[in-house]
């Protein structure tokens, strides 16, 4: 967990206050014109004692702005070891993401991503952590940390998906006993229990093989030069939190990414954006657009995404959104991963989940 200390006043900032408020006692005490009744004596000590106030009023605005910009600039920087920069490529895979949060005092909200490069592929995690903003901080980092981890560790992208389910459990049972002693973290009374992550795990082999894990996050969508469409439409997994995982995860397959080919991960705060007219943001069709840029180029269609969300929302929207492109760039997938030809390389179809 995460904890921000608030810094204590200094001396050196108490010593303005208490000269002004030592000036404003000994006029009253001291001064013989403030003794006296006339009119002139009473403007003269209400504008000294108005000055007063008036220095310390600003004195203390200043002092607070101060400590704010101060806390502030923790968080941000707080914010970018949890949600950490991706770099611009990852074996052969050009990449970009952001996010934009629905809590204005926050740069990070309840959306989580990462992608690393590993002997068994580029791995990658999306996921939307219930409720937004810095509440939802402590479960992003604790899933982050568990995934970082369990990316270069474990061969099977199921035993990933356990190890989350596992970093989850256990931030949850200790947020459970810090924020309410009284009751036992299995209690389903216990607001802590309700909570919820869905998750999206990929992983991109060298040949461009794409596999995956999604327990009730949207689907990523795949950008082609014949289209826009979702990865697959099969049935996702429960969130991780309510419901236990099965004992035994394999990965469904869902074909390659061929090069000159984008995948666009995102949470469902993109696709429920709403106007000011009730209208739902229409992804797919902005994608459509930006895929016209060949081959499409992940900055390219990050900005797309995110002008026209800012365009659809009035640059505010009421959940978190974070994106996230993958654009397969690899020298040896140009070679041999156009569609079409003879002997060249097809998409095959997915595996039936299990």
């Excluded at 008036?54 to 600039?73: C, D, N, P, Q, S």
């Excluded at 005092?105 to 992608?115: F, P, T």
Aim: charged share 25%; aromatic share 4%; glycine share 12%.
């Amino acid at each position: 967990m995460i904890r921000i200390k608030a810094r204590a006043p200094t001396g050196r900032a108490a010593v303005l206050p208490t000269v002004w408020g030592a000036v404003a006692v000994g006029y009253k005490f001291g001064c013989p014109l403030a003794q006296q009744d006339g009119l002139g004596a009473r403007i003269v000590t209400s504008a000294v004692f108005f000055a007063v106030g008036t220095g310390l009023i600003f004195h203390v605005r200043r002092t607070l702005l101060h400590e704010l910009r101060l806390a502030r600039r923790a968080a941000r920087v707080a914010e970018s070891v949890v949600l950490r920069p991706l770099p611009p490529r990852l074996d052969g895979l050009g990449v970009a993401a952001a996010q934009l949060s629905a809590d204005r005092g926050a740069c990070v909200g309840g959306d989580l991503y990462e992608a690393v490069a590993t002997e068994h592929g580029v791995r990658v995690v999306m996921g939307d952590v219930r409720g937004h903003g810095l509440a939802a901080l402590g479960t992003v980092a604790a899933l982050l940390g568990s995934f970082r981890e369990a990316a270069h560790d474990e061969p099977e992208l199921g035993r990933v998906l356990h190890r989350l389910d596992r970093a989850l459990g256990r931030h949850l049972r200790e947020r459970a006993r810090a924020e309410h002693p009284a009751q036992s973290a299995a209690d389903p009374d216990n607001p802590v229990a309700e909570e919820f992550v869905t998750v999206l795990l990929l992983e991109i082999g060298r040949d461009g093989d794409v596999r995956a894990l999604n327990c009730g996050h949207p689907w990523p969508y795949l950008l082609t030069g014949a289209g826009v469409d979702p990865l697959t439409h099969a049935e996702p997994l429960p969130p991780l939190g309510p419901f236990p995982l099965p004992a035994e995860l394999e990965a469904r397959s869902c074909g390659r990414l061929l090069a000159g080919e984008s995948l666009v991960l995102f949470t469902d705060g993109a696709e429920d954006a709403r106007d000011g007219r009730g209208r739902f943001f229409a992804l797919r069709d902005v994608l459509r657009e930006g895929v016209r840029e060949q081959p499409p180029n992940p900055q390219a269609i990050l900005r797309t995404v995110f002008g026209a969300l800012a365009h659809h929302t009035g640059e505010q929207p009421a959940d978190d959104v974070a994106v996230l492109v993958l654009s397969n760039d690899r020298k040896e997938a140009r070679l041999s991963g156009a569609r079409g030809g003879a002997g060249q390389a097809t998409r095959p179809q997915p595996a039936p989940h299990r």
